[in-house]
């Protein structure tokens, strides 16, 4: 006779065992599913469905959508209708610990820069019904979550410390403005972690800067703000080119996109108290009119990584900008400079001394508008690294590290710190000042020396060959002799 088959609901089994079983499914619209069959499901389901929120729309406007000037595009209110729902919910705000907001069609920004921004002029006043989704109710749910904010004494009808253009944040926020509604979304999620934000935050924005810049001086004292926990933020991040995409487009975009960016936008984030990791698109007009308009720029003391990509903020501007971050421990700069302008790898180097005492990764990387401009006629000097005592990882042209003159160049030991453990020459705009033998030379001479004497941690050497450095032999010959020699070679 066979024994009774025993059977367990699913609702039944144990919170840690429904825990491990929801962590391994991975399609949000399975676990929206799933939280759709009854109310004990849903309850426990509600975590992972809102843990990660990530939306995606496309632009509707030539400019960033900050304001939605047409109130059929579903897709750009998607922000808006999330601050609805966790409003309405407010548990499941307590989920949400990353944030990734992204307007596609990106294309269409390229010749933005002959446009106005928005906030020039008030924000158009609209009628009741154009924003049908907000009822009495909803609206009094904001109202009462921005009078409790209370961040100013003097405040407007709605209990309002913040206006611009004579509008209201409570109003903006009425009118689907997204960096209305993105300000309160970090004020109400007290757990959130990450914020990916994959279009311009700082095109013209205030009321974010604004709660962000009067949290710092406030303190945690108010009741855990999201920007209180904020450890991760990424910035107008944007893909730069493709394979079908021509090297113009490339630079259209860097000089182009947005060109009304507002500083107060990107410095915002380096008030978040406990702010770990920033990456960010930054231009440099708009850290010159930062550092021009702030009374004293804020110490981001918990920083620890940060990662300028696609910037072309100038090295004189870089080593201001890592005064604000004495703890820094990670730097990722690009550099989008023009042909004409000259790299003086002694403001480079300025700028990398401001955190050598805590820096241990550093990679740099140039980009010229005209490549095929030899880079021996735009970089001066070089920059050294035998000081930089827990320097551990270095990504860099060889230009950068050696000098644009291979026969006088020094060699690699007189120039890298004791603490080295990865060594990374980068084939970008300026690896065109050294050719495959001149580079062998250099590599052979250390890989072969007695570079244990000199970087006694070393354990990887290896070369980005993007362009034309070496072919498949030369990859091969290297890598067998830093095998040889106790060293590993990746690619």
């Known amino acids: 006779m066979d024994p009774p088959i025993s059977v367990c609901l699913l609702i039944q089994l144990p919170q840690e065992l429904l825990e491990h079983i929801f962590s391994h499914i991975t399609a949000k619209q399975d676990i929206s599913n799933l939280s759709r069959t009854c109310k004990a499901l849903h309850a426990k389901t509600t975590e992972h469905l809102y843990k990660n929120i990530t939306m995606k729309w496309q632009a509707i406007h030539p400019t960033r959508p900050l304001t939605v000037f047409n109130q059929h595009a579903a897709q750009s209110l998607r922000p808006n209708f999330l601050l609805q729902t966790i409003l309405a919910k407010p548990e499941y705000a307590q989920s949400i610990t990353s944030i990734k907001l992204q307007s596609m069609g990106i294309g269409g920004y390229w010749s933005s820069w002959d446009t106005f921004p928005r906030r020039k002029k008030p924000l158009e006043k609209r009628k009741p019904d154009i924003a049908p989704t907000w009822t009495v109710a909803m609206q009094r749910l904001v109202t009462d979550v921005v009078r409790k904010i209370a961040l100013e004494e003097q405040r407007d009808d709605h209990g309002d410390g913040f206006a611009v253009s004579n509008q209201s944040w409570c109003d903006s926020i009425f009118m689907y403005d997204l960096d209305a509604t993105i300000a309160l979304l970090i004020w109400i ?250 580079l062998t030379s250099v590599l052979y001479d250390f890989i072969e020396g007695d570079w244990g004497a000199t970087a006694p941690r070393m354990q990887r050497v290896y070369v980005t060959n993007d362009n034309h450095w070496f072919d498949e032999t030369g990859e091969n010959h290297l890598r067998n002799l830093c095998e040889a020699n106790g060293l590993e070679y990746d690619l």
């Open 189 to 438: 999620c007290p757990n959130l972690v990450s914020l990916d934000l994959g279009f311009h935050i700082g095109d013209d924005v205030l009321f974010l800067p604004r709660l962000l810049e009067k949290l710092s001086f406030i303190g945690s004292g108010l009741q855990a703000p999201g920007c209180h926990n904020l450890r991760k933020i990424t910035l107008g991040r944007m893909r730069i080119a493709g394979e079908d995409e021509e090297e113009s487009g490339i630079w259209t975009r860097v000089q182009w996109t947005h060109s009304h960016m507002d500083w107060r936008g990107y410095w915002a984030f380096f008030w978040c108290q406990n702010i770990q990791e920033i990456e960010m698109n930054l231009k440099d007009e708009i850290t010159c009119e930062g550092f021009r308009e702030l009374v004293s720029p804020p110490i981001c003391s918990t920083l620890a990584t940060l990662r300028l990509r696609e910037s072309t903020v100038t090295p004189d501007r870089l080593a201001r900008l890592l005064l604000c971050t004495p703890a820094l421990k990670k730097l990722d700069y690009e550099y989008w400079t023009a042909d004409k302008e000259f790299l003086v790898c002694e403001s480079l180097s300025t700028a990398f001394s401001v955190v050598k005492s805590t820096l241990e990764h550093l990679r740099f990387v140039c980009h010229i508008k005209s490549p095929t401009v030899c880079a021996k006629s735009l970089v001066d000097g070089a920059c050294h690294f035998h000081d930089f005592p827990v320097l551990s990882s270095l990504h860099l042209s060889p230009t950068v590290l050696l000098g644009c003159k291979p026969f006088f160049a020094p060699r690699i030991k007189e120039v890298v710190p004791p603490s080295l453990k990865e060594l990374c020459f980068a084939d970008d705009s300026l690896g065109n000042a050294w050719d495959a033998k001149e």
